[in-house]
């Protein structure tokens, strides 16, 4: 189940303050039961924390609520998209890379690959890429499915999104690749600061190390 406006609803209602199932319903209008749902799937998905009865907005959620709307929708789509991704075990992350190049199918990297490529720095923990969903099926052959620890997360999409060559390997644009790290932190502050983007305003121990 996707992100939608009901969902998005909730996020903004946590971020006025702390969240109990009841003020909730109230506020949107649902049933209690689709309510409930809708606060697991956002708290597994990393968006809410549950406290005791009540539900406060992650660091991702705080992110959100200072962005302009259309990076909020880009967000969501990328982390749709990546909701969907494929991950394998192949050996290595660079085994992974080698793969991709040496299989004749179009790819397009992105994600902490992405940024590896640009910057140099930080070496990813794995190879992140975007391939045609209607190919998925044939890269399955390259290694056995890792749920967790992947060395190949391929994300399908129905076309590959913008892409740039760079030092030979194709990624996507600059933007995107911000929208991409901002989604899902951790790692990817590090990243934006290799970057040289702006990095979001997150909790003090996620930027202890950026400044």
């Given at each position: ?10 996020i903004?209602?946590?971020?006025q303050?702390?969240?109990t ?6 506020e949107t209008?649902?049933p209690?039961?689709?309510?409930y749902?809708k606060?697991r799937?956002l708290e597994?998905?990393g ?16 992110i959100?609520g ?5 990076d909020?929708?880009?967000?969501f789509?990328?982390e749709e998209?990546?909701e ?5 075990q192949?050996?290595?992350w ?10 004749g ?15 140099g720095?930080?070496?990813p ?6 391939v045609?969903?209607?190919?998925l ?6 290694g056995?499915r890792?749920p967790?620890?992947?060395?190949l ?7 590959l ?10 990624v996507?644009?600059?933007e995107?690749l911000r929208l991409e790290?901002?989604?899902w ?9 290799a970057?040289?983007?702006?990095v ?5 121990e996620m ?5």
């Open positions: 189940m996707g992100i939608d406006e009901s969902s998005l609803f909730i903004w209602l946590s971020l303050g702390p969240l199932p009841s003020r909730a319903a109230i209008s649902l209690k039961t689709t309510v749902r606060l799937e597994d998905r968006w809410l924390e549950r406290k005791g009865k009540t539900y406060l907005p992650t660091d991702r959620a705080k959100l200072k962005m302009e709307a259309k909020m929708l880009g967000i789509h990328i998209l990546f969907k991704a494929l991950r394998l192949t050996g290595s660079r085994r992974s890379m080698e793969l991709l190049r040496g299989r199918m179009d790819f397009v990297l992105c994600y902490e690959t992405a940024a590896y490529i640009r910057t720095f930080q070496t923990s794995a190879a992140f890429a975007y045609r969903d209607s190919e099926k044939d890269w399955i052959s390259l056995k890792a967790k620890f992947a060395d997360v391929l994300i399908p999409v129905r076309e999104p913008t892409s740039e060559v760079i030092s030979g390997w194709p996507v644009t600059e995107r790290l901002i989604v932190l951790g790692r990817g502050i590090l990243d934006l600061a970057l040289r983007g702006k979001p305003m997150v909790a003090e930027t202890d190390v950026v400044y």
